[in-house]
């Protein structure tokens, strides 16, 4: 099998070699790219199967990068993976909503980053499940079409607006929502959805979900997730 390519772009030399090396001693193949400029000439030459992206880039800046790939068809279904420094949630924000996979925090641990880039890989190759399809995962069971959650077998008693969310996110798990991404998704009918109220959701279905509650991750000044 060919050895998977990730391009790897980071301004800073040092860091930029310690990705290709931690990455190649994992059997990856590394495309480095020290501006931004040069990694869209690289995507444009032949398409990685992942891109890890420093956001903060002199020139054309990481942001703008994500969104050149993510706004055009060809390259749309790329992951990317965000390398952001703390202190950079709403980069990381704008960067999910440009459809960025994910993020890894500088400083980063070896294998940190090789575990979120397994699973964004992983990912891509996952379908995601069809919105009408029941969904096993843990010991929870969703059913769509019966608008029903089993829950180690018992039935929870949701509201609408709860339910669309916990939908949302095990649907996807392991992935980060932004609050926008979600207000976009579930649309309330039942209860007028902002960004506030998307905590207020999550709140009262972590309570329902008892123990279990704790896999819905508040992700800090960004969004939440199913723990995968
Ligand atoms: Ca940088």
């Given at each position: 099998m060919a050895k998977e390519s990730i391009l790897v772009v980071e301004d800073e030399d040092d860091i930029r070699e310690l990705l290709r090396y931690n990455l190649e001693k994992e059997g990856y193949q590394v495309v480095p790219a020290a501006t931004g400029e040069e990694a869209l000439q690289a995507v444009r030459g032949r398409l990685p199967d992942l891109i890890l992206l420093d956001?903060?880039?002199?020139?054309?800046?990481g942001l703008e990068v994500c969104r050149s790939i993510k706004g055009a068809a060809a390259t749309r279904h790329l992951p990317l993976v965000m390398l952001t420094a703390k202190g950079e949630e709403a980069d990381i924000v704008t960067g999910l909503e440009l459809g960025a996979d994910d993020y890894i925090t500088k400083p980063f641990s070896p294998r940190v980053l090789l575990a979120r880039v397994r699973a964004a890989l992983r990912r891509r190759s996952l379908p995601l499940p069809a919105a009408d399809a029941p969904l096993k995962i843990d010991d929870l069971v969703i059913h769509p079409g019966r608008h029903e959650v089993l829950l180690a077998g018992t039935p929870l008693n949701l509201t609408a607006t709860e339910f669309r969310l916990l939908h949302l996110l095990v649907r996807k798990p392991g992935w980060v929502f932004t609050r926008s991404q979600i207000v976009n998704a579930i649309h309330g009918h039942d209860y007028p959805v902002s960004d506030r109220s998307i905590d207020v959701q999550i709140v009262s279905l972590r309570k329902k979900l008892?123990?279990?509650?704790?896999?819905?991750?508040t992700i800090r000044g960004i969004g939440y997730r199913y723990k995968e």
């Open positions: 956001l903060m880039l002199p020139g054309l800046d008892g123990e279990a509650g704790s896999r819905l991750e």
